[in-house]
């Protein structure tokens, strides 16, 4: 049986297919008020605003391409049983050909009924608007988790870091929680790696090696040594 390596990814991972990341200086948290975006309280005010965001978000995702980053973890495939945790809404780990794909924080490419959150539709073409409706008459929203709610692939995710052999983290800021806690899942006795050209604040995390670059560079790195063991 391979072996089971576990890599949580964020926005940092993307970045270099030309997505903007929400904490960088150039990051979306600069341009826009998270409250007035991402939570259900935004969504209440303003539908047109929250759905333009994500319209322009699914746009720029569908101008992107996987990068090396999100190539070298389909290499790892050959080697290892590996399971993508992403906290990113695109698609770009799909795209490169990775299988197994959680994502904790929802798809940019799929909307889902604001009466009935188990209805999930694929979103045809860039844009929902204010008026498109679910089959039961209600209005679409994108099939994003906003901030203050519940984060329902949670338990599923603690299940696979708990079992994982190795556990890698690529690009996030670590700061977005439950998602950032899922570290403290895993067995502090296997090898975990840190993928991130800036500081990252994880604390008494046990047999963690730090590689201070960006995921292309980083990754390409990691998976060359992992692949040879
Ligand atoms: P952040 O924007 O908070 O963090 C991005 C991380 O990527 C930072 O640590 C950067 O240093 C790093 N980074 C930047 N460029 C990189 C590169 N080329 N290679 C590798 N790393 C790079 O993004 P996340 O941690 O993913 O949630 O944010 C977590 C959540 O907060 C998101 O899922 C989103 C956001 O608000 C929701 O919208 C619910």
Known sequence: MKPKL????????SAESGIQTFRDSDGLWEEYNVNDVATPQGWEKNRAL????????RKQVLEAKPNKAHEALVALEKKYDVH???????????RAGSKKVLHLHGEIFKSR??????????????ELNVGDKCERGSQLRPHIVWFGEM????????EIAATAALFVVV?????????A???????PSIPKYLIDPNDVKVNGIKNLTIIKEKAGVGLAML?????KK
């Open 113 to 126: 009924s604001t009466t009935d959150s188990s209805l999930i539709y694929k979103i045809k073409g860039t």
């Open 84 to 94: 993508i945790i992403t906290q990113n809404i695109d698609d770009l780990h799909e």
């Open 50 to 57: 929250v759905l333009d965001f994500y319209n322009k978000r």
């Open 151 to 158: 984060v329902p692939e949670m338990e599923t995710a603690y």
């Open 181 to 187: 806690g899922l570290i403290d899942y895993t067995k």
């Open 223 to 227: 998976v060359n040594e992992l692949i």
């Open 171 to 179: 690009g996030t800021s670590m700061v977005v929680y439950p998602a």
């Open 6 to 13: 576990v890599v949580f990814t964020g926005a940092g991972i």
